[in-house]
C-alpha cells in the first residue's frame, strides 16, 4: 500500500498561544521536577505493596483526571458529554473523571515473551508457567471499554430513553480485560491467552497504563479504527531468536469486536507478526482482524459496533503496519499505515442501520507519525501528524457519521511531577478535507476545531 501524504494545517491564534503556553508551563520551576542533588530518584508509592509481598500476586492502578476546551462548540453543547467529538480521549470539554482503573494480576515470570506486546530476549524458559489477568475502569472511559452481551448491559451503565450513551455527564463501569494465561516449553516458546482481552491491533490502546504504548492524552483517529477488545483465544509464538532478531507471530480466534455474545455464527481472526531488533531499539509490527461482523436479522443490533443487518456473511477487517526507532537515546520515531473495509453485497436486504437497505461496502486507510524527545530525566516532548480517510463514514462511527478525510497535529509534552504522578499538556488542531458541506466539529457547525487539554495520572 502506498503512503499517504500527511498534509500540512495552517496555524490558529489560539494554537500559537497554547503552544506558547506549554513551553511556559515545561519551563516553571515548580514543575521542572529536577532533583536538587544526585542521590538516586525516590521509589514510585505503592498502595498495595503489602498485598502484593504477602501473596505473589500485583495489585495497582490509576486515577485519570482531565480537562479541555475547545473552539468550535457552543456554551450548551460544552456542558454536555462528547463535545470534543471526533476527538477522543479528553471527549468532554471541562473537567472530567476520565477513569479509575484498577488491575490485580499474576503475571508470567518465566516467559520471553509477551502476549500482544513483544518477544523478549535472553533464554528460552524451560518451565510451565501460567498468570491472571483482571482489570476494572469506572468513569468516562468505561463507556467505551463495555463489551456487548456483558458489562455493556449492567443497570449502572445503561442510558435513559431517548439518551445518546455518553452525551452525558454519566459515567460508566467495565471490566475491560479479564484473561488467564499460560506459557509453555515448547519450540522457541509458546503462550496461550483465553478470555476477554485487548486485541493487540494496532498502534495506541485506549487505557494509560504505564508503562504503554501512549504518549498524548488525546487518541489518534487510527485507534477509533481499530478492535479494540475481544473475547475467544489466542496463541503467540516465538518463530525467530538469532542474529536477525526477535520474531513473535500471534493467531487467535474471538467472537468478533467488543463482543461477548456473538451477532451471527461465525468467529473472527486476530493475528500479527511481531519483529524486534536484538537490541529492542527498533519495533516492526503488523497486526489485523478479519471476519464477518453482521447481525443476524431478527436478533439484538450490536450498536454501535455493529452497524449491518443481513441474512449473509459481510466481512469486516482491519490491517495495521507500525514501525517504532529510537535513533538516539533521547529519541523515539514512531509511523503507522493502517487499511480496512467493510463489505456489502449491495442487496435489499443489507442493511446499514444509518443509511439503509443495499450497503454496497466501505474502506479507510490512514497514516499517522510520531517523534518523541527527551530533554530532561522528567521531561518529555511529542509531535503527532495524522490523517485518516473514512469516505465512506464506516471506521470512525460512533465519534462521527460523516464522511470524509481527517487530519489533525499535536503537541504535548508528559512531565513527571512526582514517581507517581504524571501531567500531560497538549494543543491539538483537527481539519476535515474532502467531506463536502458536512462538518463534523462544533456538533456539526464547524470543519476544523482546536482542542487545548491536559490530564493528570495518579500510578498506585
Not at 255 to 260: A, M, P, S, T
Not at 398 to 414: C, K
Request: charged share 15%; net charge negative; aromatic share 10%.
Amino acid at each position: 500500500m502506498n503512503a499517504l501524504p500527511l498534509p500540512t494545517p495552517s496555524p490558529t491564534p489560539l494554537a500559537r498561544a497554547c503552544v506558547l503556553a506549554c513551553s511556559l508551563l515545561a519551563g516553571a520551576p515548580a514543575l521542572a521536577g529536577e532533583p536538587e542533588d544526585d542521590g538516586p530518584p525516590a521509589a514510585p508509592y505503592a498502595l498495595f505493596e503489602r498485598f502484593n509481598a504477602a501473596t505473589g500476586w500485583n495489585a495497582s492502578g490509576y486515577l485519570q483526571l482531565g480537562w479541555s476546551a475547545n473552539d468550535a462548540s457552543t456554551h450548551n453543547q460544552a456542558a454536555a458529554g462528547h463535545s470534543n467529538f471526533p476527538v477522543v480521549g479528553p471527549a468532554d470539554e471541562g473537567l472530567q473523571l476520565n477513569a479509575l482503573a484498577l488491575v490485580l494480576e499474576r503475571p508470567m515470570a518465566r516467559t520471553n515473551l509477551l502476549p500482544r506486546i513483544t518477544p523478549t530476549p535472553g533464554p528460552v524458559p524451560w518451565e510451565f508457567d501460567w498468570g491472571v489477568h483482571a482489570e476494572l475502569t469506572y468513569g468516562r472511559n468505561g463507556l467505551p471499554a463495555g463489551m456487548l452481551g456483558l458489562d455493556a448491559e449492567w443497570g449502572l451503565n445503561r442510558t435513559p430513553a431517548g439518551t445518546a450513551p455518553g452525551s452525558t455527564r454519566q459515567n460508566y463501569l467495565a471490566l475491560p480485560q479479564v484473561f488467564a494465561q499460560a506459557y509453555l516449553p515448547v519450540g522457541l516458546g509458546v503462550a496461550f491467552t483465553v478470555g476477554r482481552f485487548g486485541s493487540g491491533v494496532g498502534s495506541e490502546i485506549p487505557p494509560d497504563w504505564r508503562p504503554g504504548p501512549n504518549f498524548f492524552y488525546s487518541k489518534a483517529y487510527a485507534m477509533v479504527a481499530q478492535p479494540d477488545q475481544v473475547a475467544g483465544v489466542l496463541a503467540s509464538a516465538n518463530l525467530m531468536r538469532s542474529d536477525w532478531g526477535l520474531l513473535m507471530g500471534e493467531a487467535g480466534v474471538v467472537n468478533g469486536r467488543q463482543n461477548w455474545q456473538d451477532n451471527n455464527g461465525d468467529k473472527s481472526w486476530v493475528g500479527a507478526l511481531r519483529w524486534r531488533s536484538g537490541d529492542m531499539a527498533t519495533w516492526v509490527d503488523y497486526s489485523f482482524m478479519r471476519g464477518n461482523e453482521q447481525n443476524e436479522p431478527g436478533g439484538v443490533v450490536q450498536m454501535p459496533v455493529a452497524r449491518l443487518i443481513s441474512p449473509r456473511g459481510q466481512l469486516r477487517q482491519h490491517h495495521s503496519l507500525s514501525f517504532t526507532s529510537h535513533p538516539a537515546n533521547d529519541v523515539e520515531l514512531h509511523g503507522e499505515l493502517l487499511w480496512g473495509r467493510q463489505d456489502g453485497d449491495g442487496r435489499a436486504d443489507t442493511i446499514d442501520v444509518l443509511t439503509g437497505p443495499g450497503f454496497a461496502g466501505g474502506s479507510w486507510r490512514g497514516a499517522n507519525a510520531r517523534v518523541l524527545w527527551r530533554t530532561a530525566p522528567d521531561r518529555q516532548w511529542g509531535a503527532r501528524l495524522e490523517t485518516f480517510q473514512d469516505r465512506q463514514a464506516q471506521a470512525l462511527f460512533p465519534v462521527t457519521a460523516v464522511a470524509g478525510d481527517f487530519n489533525a497535529l499535536t503537541l504535548g509534552l508528559r512531565q513527571d511531577l512526582t514517581p507517581n504522578v504524571v501531567l500531560r499538556p497538549e494543543i491539538r488542531h483537527d481539519w476535515q478535507s474532502h467531506h463536502g458541506s458536512a462538518q463534523a466539529f462544533g456538533g456539526g457547525r464547524a470543519s476544523r476545531q482546536t482542542t487545548l487539554s491536559a490530564d493528570v495520572l495518579v500510578f498506585f
